[in-house]
């Protein structure tokens, strides 16, 4: 489903390949009609949004948000173990599985990054990615209230995802809002993020349950 790619592109950092495919990118929404109405007002005022600042200045907002704010990392692991050891294992089992479905990605790229994840889901069965995006759905849920406290477009694009999910479970994004990863980025948050025990939370679990008639089993990823 390429609602998925279309997201994942409007997460990614902006250059002028994204604002060149913004019309592309809004005919795809439009031509596959998953979103719900209040889901596609939120993606096309984002939409506008890019289209309409300077590049440069839209690449500035775009790195302080997501680059210089830790609670707001497109990292997913990072709002689930930090730096613990966990977070290595998971994103290699995350990269064999990108392998198995001939995802590539560049070395400055971590498995775990939000859009090169969504690009993922779009080349697997819709059933298979809307399980997947389920165990996802907490850390993205997250991002979405920390963005639109800022009151960021980018809260739109970070809705849309989580309303494509098969479930949320409200017990794991309450326990996300309160673990590694703070809604702070004092330095004094910082520090007492790092001592703090990590959700224990991964992307797979719903993965023994998803997939199709002739396609790969997809393995759990934790």
């Given at each position: ?17 994204l ?6 990118i ?14 596609m007002?939120?993606v ?16 500035e ?162």
């Amino acid at each position: 489903m390429l609602t998925f790619k279309a997201l994942g592109a409007l997460l990614s950092y902006p250059g002028e390949e994204l604002v060149a495919a913004l019309p592309e990118i809004r005919d795809v929404l439009r031509e596959e009609h998953v979103l719900k109405i209040d889901m596609m007002v939120g993606v096309e005022a984002l939409i506008d949004r890019l289209g309409a600042i300077d590049l440069l200045e839209l690449q500035e907002i775009y790195v302080g948000l997501f680059d210089r704010s830790r609670s707001l990392s497109l990292h997913l692991y990072e709002h689930v173990w930090g730096d613990a050891r966990e977070r290595g294992q998971a994103m290699v089992r995350l990269q064999t599985l990108y392998k198995l479905h001939n995802v590539s990605h560049t070395e400055s790229e971590l498995p775990d990054y939000l859009p090169l994840f969504c690009e993922f889901l779009s080349l697997i069965p819709e059933k298979a990615a809307r399980a997947f995006l389920s165990d996802a759905a907490p850390v993205i849920d997250v991002l979405r209230e920390r963005l639109a406290k800022r009151q960021s477009p980018y809260a739109g694009a970070a809705a849309a995802l989580v309303s494509l999910a098969t479930k949320v479970n409200p017990a794991v994004i309450e326990q996300l809002s309160k673990g590694a990863v703070l809604d702070d980025d004092s330095f004094e948050a910082l520090d007492r993020a790092w001592e703090e025990e990590p959700v224990r939370f991964g992307l797979g679990e719903a993965a023994p349950t998803c997939g199709s008639p002739g396609t790969t089993p997809l393995q759990p990823l934790s």
